[in-house]
């Protein structure tokens, strides 16, 4: 940390960060908070200065930690030259009572961020490895920063944090224009800057100090405990964490405005803080219906938090120690709190947890996360661990040509590695006269175009084949390229008679092809079709169909039929399809690109 970091206080706006962080610092066994928003936006200044007004340390997790730095492991110097188990200190170990800072949280490998999960949840980090046991406390403040458009976080880790933020930056140019004139003046004399605002920061921290203690005696209400169970079940929240965390946020917000009984209006601002991200679905539509108007003139009203500072530091430095305090005169019904949670869902949304963008990589490529035990020969050494078990069983051994430490077959170590990959997603099209199938097509389009838009972020590659008249025909080969794709998918031919077992045997084709070229992408298919074949590839049109469907099976691709067959009669054929090829069968009554986006994205997610 910089010997004169940027002071808290002198943060221009940003009020709902601002109030988040302090009252994580009130109470740390809220959960900390995770912050959402594009760079440049005061998120990790309004951390470091935080921690430093409170006199805590800021313990940073960089991306590429092994486990070894993270949780600690065997002191391989006092192994080796003493023959004495002791345990090296990690990260987890230095944060206990600090921040746990993790920058861009969202590109966590997915072994680390399952070990942060873990140790977030329950304080304390367990060490079984490497011939050692050891067990610490961990009770830190979790910070977590992240850009939703690189990549969303892992619901497991998401779930974890008790606060979420989403953050944009400054529109007003009053206050952009302050923003420069204090941070040209911060680097021209960091010190003499810091000065200025010493007074607010100690009064900062003494008011942070005073929060925490009075927590113990902060009380909440029979009718304020109803209040936050009916917020919470009105937001479709899953479990009861919500409630206790929301309980736990309302007492530290009373704590920070110097009150003992929590108010409605505690709820409220708990609320704002507590809901977004876990707000699993949307409210029931008569809810919504219900404080309709009351959710619009709420959009049409400036956020009350919004406090525009004044050019002068010494009148800026009063109303800083009064930060988050300016709520307390907010009139709010109670019936009202509920839909409060309701208008802040767009501010939480996150997408699918992105498991399928990481996998462990069969070879020497990808980064090191952890080590193990190797099954047949060790083809990637993890040096450190295998000397670590060397040394444990040193006393046992007799030393062999002088040397101080003797290595063994068993005492190796393998290197597990994880590598960032993608989606291969090829759309299987019955581009024929059984369906309507300029529809048909026109939606697969929308799709596609959705789905590369994420193609840069996600690694995920497309591809369209369509089947009609006498076979099938690749559209859009395999490709990242949105342009690529609009270009190709331009003209979409269609209509003519349906050969099925055609347009399978064609995309069957195509993803191997494509599993040569990219082993470690995992390969979705996505037949769109009603399943009425008649036109054969050997005999009967539907029996080489089901046989295709077969071949996808045996290949390990994962598979998704949507059914497209809107008669009043049905036959089910595309039904039949999808259970031969051991496929997630959809019946798509809503042919639309946003009908057909949605149900691969909650199959490949």
Known sequence: MSLFPYPFTAIVGQEQLKLALIISAVDPAIGGVLISGEKGTAKSTAVRGLAFAAGRKVIEVPLNVTEDRLVGTLDLS?????????????????????????????????????????????????VRRDGISYSHPCRCIPIGTMNPEERSLRPQLLDKFGLFVNVTGENDVDRRTEI???????????????????????????????????????????????????????????????????????????????????????VAEAAKLVLPHRMRSAPPAENIAEHEEQ???????????????????????????????????????????????????????????????????????????????????????ALIPTLCCAALNRGSRTPENGMMLAVRSSDLRQKVREKRTGATILFVVDASGSMGAKRRMRAVKGAVRGLLSEAYRKRDRVGVVSFSGKGAQILLSITGSPELARKCMDQLPTGGKTPLAAGILQANELLRAERIRTPDALQYLILISDGKAN????????????????????????????DTENSYIRFGFAKQIAEHMNAEYVRLDDISGTAVEENVRSFIN
């Not at 003493?82 to 993790?102: I, P, Q, S």
């Not at 008011?207 to 009075?214: P, W």
């Open 180 to 266: 420069i004139r204090r941070r040209l003046e911060y680097e021209s004399d960091p010190k003499s800057f810091c000065n200025k605002y010493r007074s607010a920061e100690e009064q900062l921290a003494e008011s942070i100090r005073e929060a925490s203690q009075r927590l113990a005696s902060v009380s909440v209400s029979e009718e304020i405990l109803r209040l936050i169970a009916l917020t919470a079940n009105k937001a479709c929240c899953e479990g009861n964490r919500c409630e206790i965390i929301l309980t736990e946020t309302a007492k530290a917000l009373c704590a920070w405005r110097g009150d003992d009984n929590v108010s409605e209006n505690d």
């Open 295 to 381: 959710s619009d003139s709420r959009e049409e009203t400036p956020p009350d938090n919004v406090q525009v500072q004044s050019d002068t530091p010494q009148s800026e430095a009063a109303d800083d120690n009064n930060i988050g305090k300016s709520h307390s005169d907010t009139e709010m019904a109670g019936e009202e709190l509920p839909l409060s949670a309701e208008s802040i869902n767009a501010a939480g949304k996150n997408g699918g947890s992105g498991k399928r963008s990481k996998t462990i990589a069969n070879d020497s490529s990808g980064r090191y996360v952890r080590s193990t035990v190797p099954h047949g020969k060790c083809r990637d050494i």
């Open 78 to 126: 006092e192994a080796v030259n003493g023959g004495v188990k002791r345990f090296e200190k990690g990260l987890l170990y230095d944060a206990d009572g600090n921040f746990l800072y993790v920058d861009e949280i969202n590109l966590l490998g997915n072994h680390t961020a399952g070990i942060l999960a873990e140790v977030i949840a329950s304080g304390e980090n367990i």
């Open 535 to 562: 036109i054969p590839l050997f005999g009967d049109p539907f029996e080489d169909a089901v046989f295709m469907a077969e071949q996808v099976r045996s290949s390990g691709v994962g598979a998704m039929v949507l």
